[in-house]
């Protein structure tokens, strides 16, 4: 079992920025997979990054030269730096691991985001 914690939310600004933290233990589990997930207000969870264990990167269209995913390491935490921040990026941010070895995927409990006009 994997445990994911997310921080960093809160109040943005529109054009600015905002840094999103995961934190995940036991850290030497195998995860082959980390991504974000984003879902606005009546929305299901879309995509946002996801960062695979040799480092290919997909992002969705919306966050294209916008948003960037760290991927993970042993020690320091998962990171979505969010810049030039829009209204529409409002909701809530789910960090995602998945697990080739039992092909299971872990969840956070998600950090709301609010980016005012």
């Known amino acids: 079992q994997v445990q994911l914690v997310e921080s960093g939310g809160g109040l943005g600004e529109a054009g600015g920025s905002l840094r999103l933290s995961c934190t995940y233990s036991?850290?030497?589990?195998?995860?082959?997979?980390m991504g974000w997930y984003y879902q606005g207000p009546g929305k299901e969870r879309e995509l946002v990054a996801e960062?695979?264990?040799?480092?290919?990167?997909n992002y969705a269209d919306s966050v294209k030269g916008r948003f960037a995913s760290s991927g993970k390491n042993a020690k320091d935490p998962v990171y979505l730096e969010m810049n030039t921040l829009k209204p529409e990026d409002t909701g809530v941010y789910y960090c995602?691991?998945?697990?080739?070895?039992?092909?299971?995927?872990?969840w956070g409990q998600g950090t709301q985001v609010t980016v005012a006009s």
């Open positions: 995602r691991a998945y697990t080739e070895v039992c092909k299971a995927e872990f």
């Open positions: 036991p850290r030497d589990f195998a995860i082959n997979i």
């Open positions: 960062i695979a264990d040799g480092g290919m990167a």
